[in-house]
């Protein structure tokens, strides 16, 4: 009897020890699955609550539909990974020689440069994203780049002149780049003569003539009236103010006026972001008239813009004299005495923004943006109504396929690399 029981005991505590072992191996095996398996998390562990979507396209932009907005910080939220990619590479053309001098200095060698040098062959990789809610489209556009350019013209003194210059607009040269990085997107507005074809080089047209100094010969506008294209066109240094993206137009405009011909405008409604930070004031004592910036920070150092904020409160003066050593006195009573150093070509410290910054507003200010630059390249999130109502802006219609193009600008004013032949479709 008494053996009975211990075998009985005995076989009870295996059973139990198996049910014990087996739930145990069973949580584990669950517990493995989950921390292996990548379908439901981003890179950085994050749920996404979708897998990620793996395909790509080099042509399609598809947009993905969401049921909440993403955050517009530059961190790019998990719900992005459901969204299908668009990867390529955007590429800047070789243009012909600019036949003008652009830069205010420029006359000389200058005019046997492409319009587009020395940044001609360049080539940027970029991935872009997008999304929708019932109301609102969401992009995230990524691009390899390794600056952050934000040097955009800025005021240094020319101690053999005695007279305060900005950097130059055009580059000369590999070491003459003193501009902001860009990105454009043109949506056309109905039907635009060749667009399917050619995108954006069905706008840019090469002048018959030069009828102005400093025109440059190659401009974007339509030659079919009535025809229009939406144009985005974010500017790193004129666009951080409240984070908004340029809300511009290409028009129609006549051939014949050669290099004065320009179709290029902001929308109808609202006004730009930013103003240039320049005035001209006789030297004192003088009536001779020099170029100087209208307003400073003091002893402020690597600033780019200064902002509607900073003049309201104060925090920049305004310039009111200069002498004709270059001295420049500002509102309170201070001065700037160039020859106390910081203000050298180049690489002055102190050299002074060549804008001022405020909102874009109605019009000129549907799409707002974040931008973060992460050491090796470019993270932006932005958005805009799917219909904001207003005749100079695209219309994305979920039932529609949009062409489009994108160019991205790395620290150039005009020399642009470019991507055409793109199409968005909705999820």
Known sequence: MNIFFLKLNINNMKKMNLIKLTGMLAIAIMFSLSSCSDDSTDDNGN??????????????????KFTTAPNLDGEIDAMWGAAQKLVGTTTVPSLGARMTYLNSDGEGTEEDLGLFDPYAGEAYDFTLRAGYTESDIYFLMEWADDKDSKDRQSWYFDATDKLWKGEHKYANDLNDKFYEDKFAFLFPIGDVTGFD????YSTCHVATS???PKDKHTRHYLTTEGEKIDMWHWKRVRGTYLGQVDDQKMVYDDATEGSSANGRAGDATGSGGYSNNSQTLAITGTTTEVSVPMYIIP?????????????????????TAVDAEGVLSYEGGGTIDPA?????????????PSVTTKAFTEGRGDIMI?????????????????????????VFDVTAEIPFGLAIFNNAAIAHAIKTNLVLTFE
């Open 47 to 64: 749920d996404n609550g979708t897998p990620d979507n793996t395909v790509t396209s080099t042509s399609e932009l598809l947009v993905e």
């Open 197 to 200: 074809a050619g995108s954006c």
């Open 210 to 212: 030069i009828n102005n």
């Open 299 to 319: 002893e402020e150092t690597e600033y780019y813009w200064i902002d509607a904020d900073q003049i309201t409160n104060g925090t920049a003066k305004l310039i």
């Open 340 to 352: 106390d150093g910081g203000f050298n070509q180049g690489t002055g410290t102190k050299r002074i």
């Open 370 to 394: 974040s931008a973060v630059h992460n050491g090796t390249g470019w993270v932006t999130e932005f958005s805009r109504k799917l219909d904001t109502m207003d005749e100079d802006d695209v």
